[in-house]
């Protein structure tokens, strides 16, 4: 049996969203360079495909050879991939997402003290001190009258 006492480290919400946060960009920046290998491999299958085993040698879309143009459609993937890592999250992450978040609250809240102060302005509570006066018609209501005449 052992004596000592179990101490637990407690990390604070804070920190553990940072620590969340930067796991999350390490896992997006380890599959943009897994991509990067992966193009460069296929790049080199669809050149071995097309040179050495002679597969579409004659399929030239607009005078270049058919794995150019897959390469560059490719490589315009990866560029979007890139852009996607490197600026968007950048410029359109966590931080951005939470100004949005709280731009967005704070104008609901504004809207909603606005409402309420119609609401008190067109239909006041009563005071505490006042007795209850229910709102009159401009006729007064015939107890003999039929509902929907």
Same mark, same amino acid.
């Given at each position: 049996?052992?004596?000592?006492?179990? #101490?637990?480290?407690?990390?604070?919400?804070?920190?553990?969203?940072?620590?969340?946060?930067?796991?999350?960009?390490?896992?997006?920046?380890?599959?943009?360079?897994?991509?990067?290998?992966?193009?460069?491999?296929?790049?080199?299958?669809?050149?071995?495909?097309?040179?050495?085993?002679?597969?579409?040698?004659?399929?030239?879309?607009?005078?270049?050879?058919?794995?150019?143009?897959?390469?560059?459609?490719?490589?315009?993937?990866?560029?979007?991939?890139?852009?996607?890592?490197?600026? #968007?999250?950048?410029?359109?992450?966590?931080?951005?997402?939470?100004?949005?978040? %709280?731009?967005?609250?704070?104008?609901?809240?504004?809207?909603? %003290?606005?409402?309420?102060?119609?609401?008190?302005?067109?239909?006041?509570?009563?005071?505490?001190?006042?007795?209850?006066?229910?709102?009159? #018609?401009?006729?007064?209501?015939?107890?003999?009258? #039929?509902?929907?005449?």
């Amino acid at each position: 049996m052992s004596t000592e006492k179990k #101490t637990s480290s407690k990390i604070d919400p804070e920190q553990r969203e940072l620590i969340e946060r930067a796991q999350e960009r390490a896992r997006q920046k380890r599959r943009l360079y897994q991509h990067f290998i992966v193009f460069l491999i296929g790049s080199v299958v669809l050149i071995l495909l097309n040179v050495i085993f002679e597969i579409g040698r004659d399929i030239q879309p607009f005078g270049l050879d058919w794995f150019v143009w897959a390469i560059l459609f490719w490589a315009l993937l990866f560029i979007a991939h890139i852009f996607n890592v490197f600026v #968007t999250n950048k410029f359109l992450g966590k931080e951005w997402e939470n100004e949005q978040v %709280e731009r967005l609250v704070t104008k609901q809240q504004r809207r909603i %003290e606005e409402l309420r102060g119609k609401v008190e302005r067109d239909h006041p509570l009563p005071r505490k001190h006042e007795p209850f006066i229910p709102p009159t #018609t401009e006729r007064p209501i015939d107890p003999d009258s #039929t509902i929907n005449s």
